[in-house]
Nanobody, 126 residues
Framework: QVQLVESGGGLVQAGDSLRLSCAAS????????VGWFRQAPGKEREFVAA????????EYSNSAKDRFTIARANAKGPINLHMSNLKPEDTAVYYC???????????????????WGQGTQVTVSS
């Protein structure tokens, strides 16, 4: 059974930084792309950032660009999302996801990701 586990969410103030981490079991046996998505109450799930299996391709949403950094030490290790200068509009449940069918890509399409974590809450107060 594939499992993705996120950690690192919490309550912070505007301007603070936070690091989310995603660990994958079973998937460590094959290459995969990791995407971070978020969903705020009453809104659709939206793409935040993605990194391919080797770390050679990275994509960010416009809202994440210049403030967030996605990184992985190797193809099998945890994937971190460093978030800085957080804003109240960043408040959402953040989900880690894995795409095993396109490991060379860093795609933003939610339908490419077949595995999802349970999500971790990030709340940014003003």
């Amino acid at each position: 059974q594939v499992q993705l586990v996120e950690s690192g969410g919490g309550l912070v103030q505007a301007g603070d930084s936070l690091r989310l981490s995603c660990a994958a079991s079973t998937l460590a046996l094959r290459p995969y792309t990791v995407g971070w998505f978020r969903q705020a109450p009453g809104k659709e799930r939206e793409f935040v950032a993605a990194i391919n299996w080797s770390g050679s391709k990275i994509e960010y949403s416009n809202s994440a660009k210049d403030r967030f950094t996605i990184a992985r030490a190797n193809a099998k290790g945890p994937i971190n999302l460093h978030m800085s200068n957080l804003k109240p509009e960043d408040t959402a449940v953040y989900y880690c996801s894995a795409d095993i069918n396109h490991p060379w890509m860093a795609g933003s399409a939610v339908e490419n990701y077949g595995y999802w974590g349970q999500g971790t809450q990030v709340t940014v107060s003003s």
